[in-house]
């Protein structure tokens, strides 16, 4: 679907290239994957980046309750944050694990790695600088393979742990959101690709802490922007059949 808006609070900035920042109210939160396509993904915290929540009040309610569908007046809601273009737009759930960097299960210090390594060349991958969540990790294809990640905006180690533990007992699916970047990059020596699929939290942070605390299901409404991925319109398309998300909208690159 088009959405979004001529003054969003979330953008991207190519100005470095071939670096490339997620930003929040024009400051840059995250470097983000290089647009050169077989440099490997990359997500690490910049030193100027707030902890900020960009969530909207007006849902709040129905977001703590739960969607069961792609809601209209949500997904308005949070259009106002996001540039202006094509997106799609899915409700997924999938569990999410805390991260740190260097641990055992840092995609950035494990997989990516590992995937940019031959007999002979080893390419450095950007080591992740900030804890975030694991999500899903699937097969693409014969050669492909599609990492999820959920970044938070703020530190969850900065966050409320009474609201963190509220949502343990919380009935129904309390529902985050998220602005999505879905990232393709592969060595140039093999056919294998990573599918880094973002997921840059915008309202759900204390809810996301608390499915991670306690190895349990988060929904999931996450925005992925068509114009803003390093991928094509049609691999865009087939990320709800991928992951098997609710998912609708129609993406013109």
């Not at 790695?113 to 699937?138: F, H, K, Q, T, V």
Request: glycine fraction near 10%.
């Amino acid at each position: 679907m088009t959405l979004g808006s001529d003054n969003p609070r979330i953008g991207i900035d190519w100005e470095k290239r071939p670096s490339r920042y997620l930003t929040v109210d024009g400051v840059p939160a995250y470097q983000i994957a290089y647009g050169c396509g077989t440099c490997g993904l990359v997500l690490r915290r910049e030193p100027a980046a707030a902890n900020v929540l960009l969530s909207a009040a007006a849902v709040r309610d129905r977001l703590n309750i739960g969607l069961d569908g792609l809601d209209a007046e949500v997904v308005e809601a949070f259009a106002a944050q996001l540039p202006r273009g094509d997106y799609q737009v899915m409700l997924l759930d999938t569990l999410p694990t805390l991260v740190t960097p260097g641990s055992a299960g840092d995609y950035f210090a494990v997989e990516g790695p590992a995937g940019w390594r031959d007999e002979e060349l080893e390419y450095p991958i950007d080591p992740a600088n900030a804890s975030y969540y694991r999500l899903d990790r699937r097969d693409v294809g014969d050669h492909d393979e599609l990492f999820e990640f959920a970044v938070p905006m703020v530190d969850p180690t900065d966050l409320d742990t009474g609201t963190v533990e509220r949502y343990s007992n919380a009935a129904g699916r309390p529902t985050a959101v998220a602005f999505g970047l879905l990232d393709i990059e592969g060595p140039y020596f093999r056919e294998e690709r990573h599918w880094g699929l973002f997921h840059f939290l915008l309202d759900g942070h204390h809810k996301t802490a608390s499915a991670a605390a306690n190895d349990a299901p988060i929904r999931l409404l996450t925005f992925v922007s068509a114009g803003e991925s390093l991928a094509s319109a049609d691999e865009l398309l087939r990320l709800p059949e991928i992951i098997d998300a609710d998912g609708q909208g129609t993406v013109d690159r």
